[in-house]
């Protein structure tokens, strides 16, 4: 079913969807209250202020803090100098620049030609995915880190390489999770890149340990290796393969490491055929899927990862499975097993954004043809682009001018690939249902619409 034709009717449908979404996320999905930002700020301000040590602080009234490395602190310092509202509302502005910049560099260079109202579809499906809406809603770090790695992704498939990896060690120094990127930088023989990486990585965390050397030993020698700080590995927001081990009874990590060391083998698979084809958004996508794979801890609000992957499975043709998978990831449906995660339909069902997740891993579209009329995501480097022959110059040259009619059909025939009708089917799938409209609101900081469990989870 085509949409209206009018900008009018256009509009009168933004309207209609853009009042859909707010009911839905002011009834069923609950505010996280900031609480991760909570952290950071009280964490920041007994170290500037109280003299206190980095991982010594706790919510008042819970057990969670600060579980990044130190240079994450030092980069949060700002925070010491202001409200904590005003630290709220910094952090709406970074992560709204953040998701910004994410969606220009997946739209790719025709970004300008996809229109408002192509773009008012996608924020409003975009404000139902459930990892953005607990990203914000945290006040979390993740969308920026996935705009400094996607940066050098953009270099990378420009072929304007030379600060290209300087991203990926910033975000890596921040949150360990990125640290993967390095790796698929040397499957790519990408060896500039990955040694500005490491030294951006390596000089961040020197200067954090400068700032605070007892905070960096207790971190790297400690904190590092306790996964108990960070949450419990069944909760049901833990969407790694850990936490499908963990919820299934068998947290056993010699069996975890196996399920981890067969996934990288894919991973690395996959990548080297990827970058092998030029194809550098869809070796990130890899990336960041099986980053939130092998993480021993991958909350809901960690997927944001995944966001990359919809955009080059639309892309190759396959909108309406990107619509679908989008729109299960909109829905909480995790959270219906909660208080039980046994049986079939609790290993299924409360590991659904795993399933996905590892789906996209085998299935993602990877260094193949795109199909005729989709935009282009990797330009070849300049090594790459084949030497033109004299001949071919001069057929260049002399070939006669294209006529009208052909001019008009390649103009047509260059648009790209709408994404339109998988956000409508994910709206329509997310807004069918009204699940949660009654429930009561959870002090669970990474909970949904549930009851609070005896020990709440942190998030990181």
Not at 86 to 113: C, D, E, H, K, T
Not at 285 to 308: D, F, N, Q
Not at 319 to 326: C, D, K, N, T, V
Not at 417 to 431: C, D, H, R, Y
Request: proline share 7%; glycine share 10%; charged share 15%.
């Amino acid at each position: 079913m085509s949409g209206p034709r009018t900008d009018r009717g256009r509009l009168l449908l933004v309207l209609v969807l853009a009042a859909a979404v707010t009911v839905f996320t002011a009834t069923v999905p609950l505010l996280r209250d900031w609480f991760d930002l909570r952290v950071y700020y009280g964490t920041v301000h007994t170290w500037v202020h109280h003299g206190g040590r980095i991982y010594d602080y706790r919510v008042p009234g819970t057990e969670y803090g600060f579980t990044y490395p130190p240079f994450a602190a030092l980069g949060m310092l700002p925070m010491a100098l202001v409200g904590l509202d005003l630290a709220i509302a910094a952090s709406l502005l970074l992560n709204l620049a953040a998701l910004a910049f994410v969606l220009r560099i997946l739209a790719g260079p025709g970004w300008r030609r996809w229109g408002w109202y192509r773009w008012a579809l996608a924020l409003c499906a975009l404000a139902l995915f459930e990892p953005l809406r607990d990203t914000f809603s945290f006040g979390q770090v993740n969308l920026i880190l996935l705009a400094l790695v996607l940066a050098d992704c953009c270099l990378l498939r420009s072929g304007r390489g030379r600060w290209a990896g300087a991203g990926i060690g910033l975000a890596a120094a921040v949150k360990l999770t990125p640290a993967l990127f390095l790796l698929m930088l040397l499957i790519g023989r990408k060896w500039r890149a990955a040694g500005v990486a490491t030294a951006v990585a390596l000089a961040a965390t020197g200067l954090a340990a400068w700032a605070d050397p007892r905070a960096s030993r207790f971190y790297w020698t400690q904190a590092l290796w306790d996964t108990s700080r960070v949450g419990r590995l069944d909760y049901v927001s833990n969407q790694s393969l850990q936490g499908v081990l963990a919820r299934l009874g068998h947290p056993d990590k010699s069996l975890w490491a196996v399920v981890v060391l067969l996934t990288l083998a894919v991973w690395a698979w996959r990548t080297r055929r990827a970058v092998a084809a030029g194809d550098w958004t869809a070796a990130f996508a890899l990336t960041g899927l099986t980053a939130c794979l092998v993480s021993p801890i991958t909350w809901v609000h960690h997927l944001v990862w995944v966001l990359p992957s919809f955009v080059i499975l639309a892309r190759a043709g396959h909108p309406r499975i990107a619509g679908a998978l989008y729109a299960v990831m909109c829905t909480s449906v995790v959270w219906l097993w909660f208080d039980d995660a046994s049986g079939i339909d609790g290993f299924l069902g409360s590991n659904l954004y795993t399933w996905i997740t590892l789906g996209l891993l085998f299935g993602l579209p990877a260094g193949q043809p795109r199909p005729v009329g989709s935009e282009p995501s990797d330009r070849p480097q300049p090594s790459d682009r084949p030497a033109r022959s004299p001949r071919s110059r001069i057929a260049r040259v002399t070939a006669p001018a294209p006529s009208a009619a052909h001019a008009r059909t390649t103009a047509v025939s260059g648009q790209p690939e709408p994404f339109s009708g998988a956000v409508a089917a994910a709206i329509g799938t997310v807004l069918g249902p009204g699940r949660g409209a009654g429930r009561s609101a959870s002090s669970e900081p990474t909970g949904s619409t549930r009851p609070a469990a005896p020990k709440p989870q942190s998030s990181s």
